[in-house]
Every structure is written in structure tokens, then in C-alpha cells.
């Protein structure tokens, strides 16, 4: 049994089994640092949360639109028990129409802040904008009747406009109509409660304004707007011809929603972009017409009837259709540390195998826990990492991670591999190793292609180094030979 132990314990064929067998009990400290790294960024996610809850969320503007609220009136048979007519019944419904802008043209600029919760750090904009365009001239028939007979009692008008978190307006907005100023007021009326757009705000058409409405003339207007957000604005095209122009110093930004800016340009300065978008390509007027599904409620003795009863709602047509414009970090240090840890068990394989070439080539024994600790000091490496890049940029952090492993193995073997000289060079190859994955997160358009010649380049260079080696021969002499005390590995 002796002999058997003493035959494995100096076959290589175990020793390779054996650092196969250590490389997978070093997944487990890994999966350890990859479940806190997680649970950093869910708390990052939560702290984005708590912010929103308290101050200002992402938020979606659709508007300015003109509702136009009316009463139809209609007279309905009134029949006994036994179906006879003996009358007739008036009946009417509270209804509002729909006036979408012709033009809209929103120009803006985004002044970027950040926001702290705890260690986190959450970017907000405030939002200085100019809305302008202009109504077409109304005609009462255009608004359809949905009794027969029936007639139509129209109302002063009201302008409409919502965003997601009323919370983030910065002050009242100022909105001049037909040469009138208009003032804002809290809630849309005449809608349910149940409707979404029935928290925004709204402003009755009044002065001269009213007069241009109640003339059939064309109306301008223009709307000056303050808004707050975090980290995502959103704008509904709702007229028939939509254009906007957001610019910003930050220079990180993210395009998205249904329809990319049709130009834009980013540079270290920050970003300008600019929006067109036709009636003829979007839903969005249908969805903002199911939003308001909830107005209505007739008043009549004789009973109401619900006038949307039929109208789809919004949910029923999918998200609302936005064109979108992000503030996004440039680094996610969380979502950088992930990345950097898939390739942990590549990186801990190739330094086990660069630590089991020297022990081969330089005739030197190395103990397993040797290789443990080996292993374990690159996995720190990631944590470490981690930990750095909460308090620095992430590319200081990784120098100083990867630094401080680099350093602690060369000087370990140093002395393991008896001399500096190795102790360096083993340091070195260390050092190239993250430096390949520091290229690798830096370009994550290539890490595939970079990942897979790294690999590729290692497996050639271990190839070629061993191409003429008797694997045989060094089996035999590993078991020759005598195991070196540590006082003899130190001074060889």
C-alpha cells in the first residue's frame, strides 16, 4: 500500500488529475465572489429604486393635446311592460375629442447630475425644453355622433399634458396659445380615475385663444418645460409631424424606444441628436386614444351610458410607442466584474499550468496546497477587484487588483521556485495574463473573438514549447527522483 501511495503521489498522471480535481474546489470560492458581485448590483438596482420612490423616476412626456369635451343629446322610445311605445326619452353622454397637434417640435437640453444613495451613485438630467407647433382649425364635423339624431353640445376646450412623475416638474410649465397665456392646473378632467392619463395636468383655453378655437382658425403654440428624471426621457410622437432635438454634455448616451434619432452625434463633449417621426408610422395616437378611454359618465335622470365602452385599452395595445434617449454610465462595475469573472476559471487553469511547466522544466516539486494557494490568490484577484472598483474607476481598481496579484506571485515564487529571476518571469506571464483580460472588457464588441485567440495563443505556445518533449522520459525521472526538502528547493 506504501509503494502504491509513494507511485501516485510521484506519477504525473495523478499530479495532472490532482490539479484538475483542485481547479474545479476553486470554482466554489469563484461562484462565492460571483453571487456577491450579484447581490452588489441587485442593491445598486434597489438603491436606482429608492431614489425614483423619493425624488423623481424615468419618465414619459405625450403631449400637449387639445381635448375637447361635448354632450351628446338624443331622445330615445320609452315602452310599457308590454314593449308598446308611449314616449319618448331624453338621454345624453359626457364625451371629449381628441385634437392631436399638426407639428410638434421639441427642443431641449439635458443637464445631467448625480445622486447618492449610500455607496451608489444614480445619474438624473434636468430637462430645459421649448415645445412648439400649432393646432388646425376645428371643425365640429369632424366629431363623429354614435346615437342617430342625435346632437352636439360643445364645451370650452382644455389642454392636455402628462408625464410619468408629475413629481419631476421643475416648477409650473408656461404655455402661450393663440398670442394667450395659459395656466396649468392638477388632474385632466373629465376622465375616470382608472384612466392613466388622468393624472397629468391640464389648462382650459381661454381669451384669445377660445376666440381662435371658436373662429375655426389654425392655433399656434409654444410651451416651455422643466423637467427632472432619472437616467431616461421618453417622448410619445403624437402629431402629424413630430421633430425634436435633445443635446446634453454627457457623453455616454443610449438610443432606444421604437424610433432611433435620425441624427446624431457623439463625441467627449457630450451628444446632439435629432428626431423626426410621421403619424404614418407610429400608434402612438391610438394608444394615447385608449389612455383616455376612461373619460365619459353621462348625467341624465333617465340613466348614462358609458361612451368607451368598446375602446381597446392601452394595455391591450402594447407599450406605448416612444422614441427614447438614456443617460447610461459609462462603466457598470458590477456588470464589468461579472464579465471579468466568467473568465476566472480560464485565468486560475493557465497559471496552474504555467506553475506546472516550471515545476516539470526546472526539475522543482511543488505540493498541492502550494497550488491552492496559487489558485486562491487569482480568484481574491476578482474579489478584490470588486471591492476596488466601488471606491475608484474601474480601470485604477483593475491596475491595483492586478498589480497586487502580480506582485504577491512573483514574490511567492520567488522563493517556491528557488530564485527572483523565475519568481519574475512567472510574475510576468501573471501580468500578460490580465492585461489580455483588460483588453477583453475594454472592447466587448470583440471579447469573443479576442477570448478565443487568447486561448487559441496559449494552447500554441504550450504546444510548441512541448512539441519535442519525452512525456514518458519526464514521468519516469519525476519518479526517480527523490522528494526535495524546502531548504534544497530554496537554494537550488
Known sequence: MFQLLKALQSSMLAKVAGLFFLLLLLCIPLGEIDSINRARGESQREAADELAATYAGRQTMVGPLLLVPYVERWMEPLRNAQGKVIGQEPRSKEMAHVVFPDKLHIEGSM?????????????????????????????????????????????????????????GLDGSPSMTMGGEALRFRQRV???????????????????????????????????????????TLAIAPIAEETTAHLRSPWAHPSFGGRFLAAERSVTPQGFDAHWRVSSLVTSAREQVRAGLSGQGGSADVAGSAHPAAAV??????????????????????????????KYGVLFIGLVLMAAFMFELFRKLRLHPIQYGLVGLSIALFFLLLLALSEKFTFWMAYAGAASASVMLLA???????????????????????????????????????LGALLIFGMLSVLMLVTRKVDWYALSRRSEAAPVAAPEAQTAA
Open 189 to 231: 378632467p373629465g376622465l375616470d380615475d382608472d384612466a392613466w392619463f388622468a393624472n397629468g395636468i391640464h389648462a382650459p383655453v381661454t381669451g384669445a385663444a377660445l376666440t381662435a378655437w371658436q373662429a375655426g382658425t389654425p392655433i399656434p403654440f409654444e410651451m416651455k418645460l422643466g423637467l427632472v428624471g432619472q437616467d
Open 312 to 341: 381597446p385599452t392601452r394595455r391591450n395595445m402594447g407599450p406605448l410607442q416612444t422614441f427614447d434617449v438614456s443617460l447610461a454610465q459609462p462603466i457598470n462595475v458590477y456588470s464589468m466584474s461579472t464579465r471579468a469573472g
Open 411 to 449: 514574490v511567492y515564487f520567488s522563493a517556491v521556485l528557488g530564485g527572483w529571476r523565475r519568481g519574475l518571469s512567472f510574475g510576468a506571464f501573471v501580468a500578460l495574463l490580465y492585461g489580455a483580460l483588460y483588453g477583453l472588457l475594454a472592447s466587448e464588441s470583440n471579447a469573443l473573438l
Open 111 to 167: 443637464a445631467p447630475q448625480e445622486r447618492y444613495r449610500g455607496i451608489f451613485k444614480i445619474p438624473f438630467y434636468t430637462l430645459d425644453a421649448t415645445l412648439s407647433g400649432g393646432f388646425a382649425a376645428f371643425d365640429p364635423k369632424a366629431v363623429p355622433h354614435s346615437e342617430p339624431d342625435s346632437k352636439i353640445e360643445f364645451k370650452s376646450p382644455l389642454i392636455a399634458f402628462n408625464v410619468s412623475d408629475l413629481r
